[in-house]
């Protein structure tokens, strides 16, 4: 035993260790603050920690070599081949270790797959009965044509989805992939369809030529291609072959229970003029200027064709988006008229399109505050058109408004089936989960909206709310700061302030709220009040709210803040006032059987 010990002090290796350890604990504290400074993630930290750890061992390797040649001096090349050897050990135990990624990135990609593990099914799954059409490439030599061949890709989707037991993908999902570098067998996996239809749309003059292929998704196999060169005004005819071929390719006569009743956007007079009106204008939406751009368009539509239905119901609903975007006083009356004339003249001239009664059904509970009504033409929109997700989201979000969290959830659920890159449906399954408690899961359908959206308005609002919900004061206000639109980062930054530490902070957030958006946004103010265990000033801005007829009050039933003061007579009282159900008075398992006839899909 002396001998060792002496053979110890003689390579000096008790020195080197405590070298060695102490310089290694001291650079770990600093590495912390150089790793917080710059933003480096945990797994370069993690990488120098273990390198420094691999490097003991190299250093007793190196220090008893070094005793025995009686020297304690490194050379250059030793130094460098010690460099080598500690990089190689870190990244040899990283690769080795639990993970390469960032916890928080792992956390989250469980979380998402948890909450899409009922609509997003690997190849094992995939129905064999399931298309998606990709978005014909415009091949006209003329950006502004775009229109046109979106316009007929959607015409196809709607036709096909008419197909009782095949599974269409959503037009929202589907142009995701426009110029996707994407093979066949990817597409097919992220959309979950066997199948693909894509081609390419020319139009020259008076002339069209439209090249279509179905393809075998899993392996790219041709299934079916045709080429049509057809004049345009035989546009609508060539639109039912291509439909009619295709559906034969995929066996779509061997389905059962025929088909639903058809639905169409055409213009019953064949107007092609018309047609092309009506498709700009769906083309345009989001912005106050682009809704009167597409307002245009579809009233030169309906000059066209006095009797086109479609784009009456799409002017509606164009109107009501005016309406709830925050206009106010006269253009606000103005627009709810322009909204009721424009889907009463749809249901009048065609009362079986779903289209147009899903129109009414967003004015009756956007304007009217008829949730009753709403409820009604909600269901038959859906009962005209089973497979339309349009009719689904909309029923599912007046659920949602009523009160009934599980099954909005379900109907969000029900879309992302067949349209899994839909941010609005991620948006507003995030919602619902928020509103129920589900605040992981909420967190993780929020972060997916965004990913798919990433210039979305609300989607800071809403993850701030989640902060807010849990308690972390820094991390709303933080997220509400990062909000796009002014009104609602205005409304996100005062939510975060109440729960913050700087009274006099919170206060002023909440007077640049009134200040800006006293008649705009009074239901956001109560909202504020309602945080500050203020009920006295929330039943007052409530009332306001109802005054301006403030279609934030949709959301009262589902609404965290303001649900805390449900059994609050004046809560009840104001139920009414709304024409919406007391808390508890709704009745679920009707509402339940609905979204069960739907699930059809």
């Known amino acids: 035993m002396e001998e060792f010990f002496a053979r110890l002090k003689e390579h000096k290796l008790v020195q080197w260790t405590l070298g060695y350890v102490a310089v290694s604990f001291a650079l770990i504290p600093v590495l912390d603050i150089i790793a917080s400074r710059f933003g480096w993630s945990q797994t370069a930290v993690r990488c120098i920690i273990i390198a420094l750890a691999t490097g003991f061992f190299v250093m007793l390797v190196v220090a008893w070599y070094h005793g025995e040649r009686g020297a304690q001096r490194i050379t250059r090349t030793e130094h460098a081949i010690l460099a080598v050897l500690l990089v190689l050990g870190g990244l040899t135990m990283w690769r080795i270790g639990p993970s390469a990624a960032r916890p928080d990135v792992v956390n989250a990609g469980v979380a998402i797959h948890k909450i899409t593990a009922s609509h997003a099914a690997p190849n094992a799954s995939i129905d064999a009965k399931s298309v998606a059409v990709l978005p014909l ?331 807010v919900l849990r308690g972390d004061a820094r991390s709303a206000l933080a997220l509400a700061k990062q909000e796009l639109s002014p009104p609602e980062r205005r409304f996100a930054v005062a939510l975060a302030r109440q729960i913050g530490t700087d009274p006099a902070a919170a206060d002023a957030a909440l007077k640049n709220l009134i200040d800006a958006d006293a008649d705009t946004g009074p239901y956001q103010i109560a909202d504020v009040y309602a945080l500050r265990k203020d009920p006295d000033n929330m039943f007052k801005w409530l009332d306001h709210a109802w005054a301006v007829r403030d279609a934030g009050i949709s959301d009262l039933l589902r609404d965290p803040f303001l649900r805390r003061y449900r059994n609050d007579p004046r809560f009840a009282a104001f139920c009414r006032k709304a024409g919406l159900p007391a808390p508890g008075s709704t009745s679920a398992p009707a509402q339940a059987s609905m979204l069960a006839r739907s699930q059809t899909l």
Do not use: C
């Open 137 to 467: 490439v415009n091949e006209s030599g003329d950006k502004t044509q775009q229109y046109f061949s979106d316009g007929l890709s959607e015409d196809l989707i709607t036709a096909l989805s008419q197909f009782a037991g095949l599974k269409v993908i959503s037009r929202n999902s589907a142009f995701q992939f426009r110029d996707s570098k994407d093979d066949s067998r990817t597409i097919g996996t992220k959309l979950g369809v066997a199948h693909l239809l894509e081609g390419s749309v020319q139009r020259i003059g008076d002339e069209v030529r439209i090249n279509a292929e179905l393809v075998n998704a899993a392996d790219g196999s041709t299934l079916w291609s045709q080429r049509y060169d057809r004049p345009y005004k035989d546009l609508f005819k060539l639109q039912d072959n291509i439909t009619a071929a295709v559906a034969n390719a995929l066996k779509a006569k061997l389905l059962e229970g025929g088909g639903a009743v058809a639905q169409s956007d055409r213009p019953p007079s064949g107007n092609l003029d018309a047609y092309t009106a009506f498709l700009r204008a769906r083309s345009s939406a989001g912005a106050s200027a682009r809704l009167h751009q597409a307002i245009d368009e579809l009233n030169e539509a309906v000059r066209l064709d006095p009797r086109y239905a479609a784009a009456y119901a799409e002017l509606s609903l164009k109107w009501t988006a005016l309406y709830r975007g925050g206009l106010s006083g006269d253009a606000a009356q103005q627009a709810a008229a322009n909204a009721h004339a424009a889907v009463n003249t749809a249901l009048a001239l065609d009362p079986d399109l779903a289209a147009a009664h899903l129109a009414r059904s967003f004015v009756l509970s956007s304007i009217d505050f008829d949730w009753n009504g709403a409820e009604a033409e909600a269901r038959r929109a859906l009962q005209l058109a089973p497979g339309d997700i349009s009719a689904i989201a909309g029923l599912g979000n007046l659920l949602g408004g009523l009160g009934h969290q599980e099954q909005a959830i379900e109907a969000m659920h029900q879309v992302l089936k067949n349209d899994p890159r839909n941010a609005a449906a991620w948006h507003w399954l995030g919602d619902y989960l928020s509103s129920s408690g589900h605040l992981d899961e909420a967190e993780q359908a929020t972060r997916r909206q965004m990913e798919l959206a990433p210039n979305g308005r609300y989607s800071y609002v809403q993850l701030a709310v989640i902060a």
